[in-house]
């Protein structure tokens, strides 16, 4: 789910970026965007960031905004050759904030088709009615406790 | 999922198992097991407050009269004032106010303490960098994951029936469990309307933002049998599992609550 969600953000900071690159490179005169470069003109080189002059087989990297989404900033680092990403490389991603929180909580518990121990079902962590510490040798979570220490 | 190394710890207070699990920068280290220190020190500063089982308990003094409200530390009004709201909120199915052996009527703010504590305590282990954790109290859990690297915690929930098997998982990484029953303890649990045991639901488990909900949220639907479910569907931002008596089971979702397959 986190890595769907990850993809999905990076492609849509991958799009924003795309859109966003536009403006800059034009503010700085350079003609071309990754957007806008046009597939039939093969032979001209992006002037992407950091190269100049290359040929048209010259990798370049860029490195777009930090976007904001919900789950937080997301920054991401393409490279590009000859007018297409051939990398894409996320330097900054969501380290987690309250946000968070919203999303994962939904989660809905989902019974087990035939009743597990701790062990096969590969759980962390027991919820269940309140166990008293006379009861706790007995529970499920000592059970637990005793495998992770 | 990748497998992220785990430490468990385990400790007693106010009468129930408190489990940490930690993984990440502050696991293994001083930085961590100084927070599950002051974690525990929360949770004995509570215990002196609000047991029912301590004579000497603030709770205690003021339930027979030895002192007032206003005598007491102002967490004893804040659990109060959320113990009136979830009483409103199951129209009278759970309450603070049971009544005792003899007929007269105790105050026993238990049913929120506990999560409502946990949260407390866990506030110096959301203070540590880098490190996930999930801290039980008696069975009843609040967790955190950061980052989209690690893997939601998986919580179990006991069956009811068999307390030594699971009978549903739900991945959580940021959020809140809470399950009210009568495996460990037999009827403690009453409606309040009627002073009787709940009819007809044999676990309540609600999974919130925050474990004082939760936790306040599984006692009130459980105290209201058959109508768990119900009730708690109507509850926005919760979601739940209910085991029946006679072994079936409900998922519920409440309002605002989108399911997401975490995992």
Redesign the interface.
């Known amino acids: 789910?986190?890595?769907i969600?990850?993809w999905f953000m990076s492609t849509l900071t991958v799009v924003t970026l795309l859109f966003g690159y536009h403006t800059s490179t034009s503010a700085s005169g350079t003609p071309t965007s990754v957007l806008a470069q046009p597939s039939s003109d093969t032979a001209a080189t992006s002037g992407t960031g950091d190269s100049s002059g290359s040929s048209s087989s010259a990798a370049s990297t860029v490195t777009g905004p930090a976007a904001d989404t919900r789950w937080g900033p997301v920054q991401v680092q393409l490279t590009v050759e000859d007018g297409t990403i051939t990398d894409v490389t996320v330097v900054e991603?969501?380290?987690?904030n309250g946000k968070?929180?919203?999303?994962?909580?939904?989660?809905?518990?989902?019974?087990?088709q035939e009743?597990?121990?701790?062990q096969s079902?590969?759980?962390?962590?027991?919820?269940?009615?309140?166990?008293?510490?006379e009861?706790?040798l007995?529970?499920?979570?000592?059970a637990?406790?005793e495998?992770?220490? | 999922m990748s497998t992220v190394p785990?430490?468990?710890?385990?400790e007693?207070v106010m009468?129930?198992?408190i489990?940490l699990?930690l993984r990440g920068r502050h696991a293994t280290d001083d930085v961590g097991r100084a927070a599950w220190a002051e974690t525990m020190a929360v949770l004995r500063a509570v215990d002196d407050v609000f047991s029912t089982y301590r004579p000497d308990s603030v709770v205690r003094r003021l339930d027979r009269g030895e002192i007032t409200l206003a005598d007491c530390p102002p967490e004893v009004q804040e659990v109060l004032a959320l113990g009136a709201a979830a009483e409103r909120d199951s129209g009278g199915a759970f309450s603070v106010y049971r009544p005792g052996p003899d007929g007269r009527v105790v105050l026993d703010p238990s049913g929120v303490v506990?999560g409502w504590a946990a949260e407390r305590a866990a506030e110096p282990l959301r203070a540590l960098d880098g490190t996930d954790f999930?801290l039980?109290a008696?069975?009843?859990?609040l967790?955190?994951?950061?980052?989209?690297?690690t893997?939601?915690?998986?919580?179990?929930?006991?069956?009811?029936h068999?307390?030594?098997?699971?009978?549903?998982?739900?991945?959580?990484?940021?959020?809140?469990?809470?399950?009210?029953?009568?495996?460990?303890?037999g009827a403690h649990l009453v409606d309040a309307r009627t002073g009787r045991p709940p009819e007809g639901v044999a676990?309540v488990?609600v999974?919130?933002?925050s474990l004082t909900d939760a936790d306040i949220d599984a006692t009130a639907a459980y105290a209201q049998g058959c109508e768990a479910a119900d009730w708690l569907a109507g509850r926005p931002?919760r979601?739940?599992?209910v085991v029946w008596a006679d072994g079936s089971?409900t998922?519920v979702?409440g309002p605002d609550?989108?399911?997401?397959?975490?995992?």
């Open positions: 789910m986190k890595r969600v990850l991603y969501p380290t987690g968070d929180r919203q999303i994962n909580a939904r989660a809905i518990p989902v019974l087990v009743t597990l121990d701790a079902a590969d759980i962390d962590m027991v919820s269940g009615a309140t166990v008293t510490s009861g706790y007995e529970s499920l979570q000592a637990l406790d495998a992770g220490l | 785990t430490v468990l710890m385990v007693h009468g129930m198992p489990s699990a506990k999930c039980s008696g069975g009843d859990l967790c955190r994951t950061l980052g989209p690297d893997p939601p915690w998986r919580i179990g929930i006991e069956d009811p068999d307390p030594r098997r699971v009978i549903a998982v739900v991945p959580l990484g940021t959020g809140a469990v809470a399950t009210s029953g009568t495996a460990h303890r676990s488990t999974v919130a933002d931002g979601t739940g599992f089971t998922s979702c609550a989108e399911e997401h397959a975490v995992g």
